[in-house]
């Protein structure tokens, strides 16, 4: 087996508290994406507009729309931290919210705005994840699906070059890629 890719699980399936899994049927499907939205910016770099290297900000996780995590991103989140950054999780409904958050987390609630959700989030920098059929074809950068009865990751390659964000090769190595970079339309 690839070293990379041994390397890739480790991080994605270790280090996770003990309580949590990458198994979707032994624990809270939701516990264990809140988790993985950390794990995500491991492999992610921002635009230096995005000051992300500033600990003074915190890093904001937002969610648009109908929160499927109840408290558990608030309940993670109160103490650990993202890039040496206190997270601060908020719940926003309008698109002029979106501009503060560093990770935006898109359920299915809000299919019917995906598209404005994406172009505003694109002009931002913001990483949007969702857990929707459907959603990486029509440029959300990450979702999250279940194969195997675990929760797995596809990633939207060309919406992730085209969103100011660079991604790690690496995990394009245990990712679904939809829409490969360099593929024409």
């Given at each position: 087996?690839?070293?990379?890719?041994?390397?890739?699980?480790?991080?994605?399936?270790t280090?996770?508290?003990?309580?949590?899994?990458?198994?979707?049927?032994?624990?809270?499907?939701?516990?264990?994406?809140?988790?993985?939205?950390?794990?995500?910016?491991?492999?992610?770099?921002?635009?230096?507009?995005?000051?992300?290297?500033?600990?003074?900000?915190?890093?904001?996780?937002?969610v648009?729309?109908?929160?499927?995590?109840?408290?558990?991103?608030?309940?993670?989140?109160?103490?650990?931290?993202?890039?040496?950054?206190?997270?601060?999780?908020?719940?926003?409904?309008r698109?002029?919210?979106?501009?503060?958050?560093?990770?935006?987390?898109?359920?299915?609630?809000?299919?019917?705005?995906?598209?404005?959700?994406?172009?505003?989030?694109?002009?931002?920098?913001?990483?949007?994840?969702?857990?929707?059929?459907?959603?990486?074809?029509?440029?959300?950068?990450?979702?999250?699906?279940?194969?195997?009865?675990?929760i797995?990751?596809?990633i939207?390659?060309?919406?992730?070059?085209?969103?100011?964000?660079?991604?790690?090769?690496?995990?394009?190595?245990?990712?679904?890629?939809?829409?490969?970079?360099g593929?024409s339309?």
């Amino acid at each position: 087996m690839n070293m990379r890719f041994i390397i890739i699980i480790i991080i994605f399936c270790t280090g996770i508290p003990a309580d949590l899994s990458c198994q979707v049927s032994e624990y809270d499907e939701y516990t264990v994406k809140a988790v993985f939205l950390e794990r995500f910016t491991r492999f992610i770099e921002w635009p230096p507009d995005r000051k992300i290297d500033d600990i003074s900000k915190p890093f904001v996780i937002a969610v648009i729309g109908k929160n499927p995590f109840g408290s558990k991103l608030d309940n993670i989140y109160s103490k650990r931290k993202i890039r040496d950054k206190k997270v601060k999780v908020i719940y926003i409904s309008r698109l002029n919210q979106i501009a503060g958050a560093h990770i935006l987390f898109i359920p299915e609630s809000e299919k019917k705005r995906l598209q404005s959700i994406i172009s505003r989030s694109k002009e931002k920098h913001v990483l949007t994840i969702g857990d929707s059929k459907g959603f990486a074809e029509k440029g959300v950068l990450f979702n999250f699906y279940t194969a195997s009865n675990q929760i797995k990751f596809e990633i939207n390659e060309k919406a992730v070059r085209g969103s100011g964000l660079s991604i790690n090769y690496l995990l394009l190595n245990v990712a679904r890629v939809v829409d490969p970079a360099g593929d024409s339309e």
